[in-house]
């Protein structure tokens, strides 16, 4: 299954501490969108990256969050110094290069943050 | 920005019921238009979409048409299935822009 691939599903951490999520694309995508998901909420778009580059981060939050997909390896969205807030499910998507209209975005089954 | 305006839930349907999910959006250009559906635990999986006005989209029993002159995208099913029990998002988008869901409706299908 050459599916969209995250980790960890679910990941623990103090406030404080730095929080790393991964997310490989499908085979053959460059582009790739990260959203997050409150409990009882829709997803939230946060960033759009394509290789090396960021495209849009206009849902991203000005400090502490960062993202990156670099040239070889997987997208990573970081978080810097959590907060309970940051408590949520964060789904990675990726769509194909091809250009046009109708391109869907495929998603991860997300990883599952929890702030203690 | 996009936005979107989705019947709000949850909805609790009998088996074979017929299922409606009202979707209507604000959007820049002439986006595609998506319905998504999350499982329990799950990521969300496409569900079907439509790229142009008057388009239908279909798939597992599932239909919407892009109505762009109501500027609405309302998901049907004929006759539901416990199986279908799921949070459904509409989603205006595409390739290369970002996704804006709604607050997705939980549907609940009983035997």
């Known amino acids: ?116 | 920005g996009d936005s979107v305006t989705q019947m709000e839930g949850p909805v609790t349907l009998s088996e074979e019921a017929f299922l409606t999910i009202n979707c209507t959006y604000t959007a820049t250009g002439y986006p595609s238009l998506f319905w998504y559906v999350q499982y329990p635990g799950e990521g969300l999986q496409l569900l079907l979409k439509a790229t142009k006005a008057d388009d239908k989209g279909s798939n597992k029993g599932f239909e919407a048409t892009y109505r762009k002159e109501t500027t609405s995208f309302h998901l049907e099913k004929g006759s539901v299935q416990v199986s279908d029990s799921a949070v459904y998002f509409c989603a205006p988008g595409g390739s290369a822009r970002q996704l804006t869901f709604g607050s997705g409706t939980q549907l609940t299908v009983l035997p």
Request: hydrophobic letters at 30%; proline letters at 7%; aromatic letters at 8%.
């Open chain 1, 1 to 116: 299954n050459a599916g969209v691939m995250q980790n960890p599903r679910h990941l623990v951490r103090r406030r404080g501490q730095e929080a790393r999520l991964r997310c490989s694309p499908m085979k053959g995508h460059s582009h790739v969108y990260w959203y997050r998901q409150l409990p009882e909420e829709g997803l939230k778009f946060m960033v759009y990256l394509q290789k090396e580059n960021i495209i849009d981060e206009s849902g991203m939050p000005k400090e502490r969050f960062s993202a990156e997909f670099p040239k070889e390896g997987p997208s990573i969205l970081r978080i810097q110094q959590v907060v309970r807030g940051d408590s949520a499910a964060y789904f990675c998507a990726s769509s194909p290069q091809k250009k046009g209209v109708g391109q869907p975005q495929h998603f991860g089954d997300g990883t599952r943050l929890s702030i203690l």
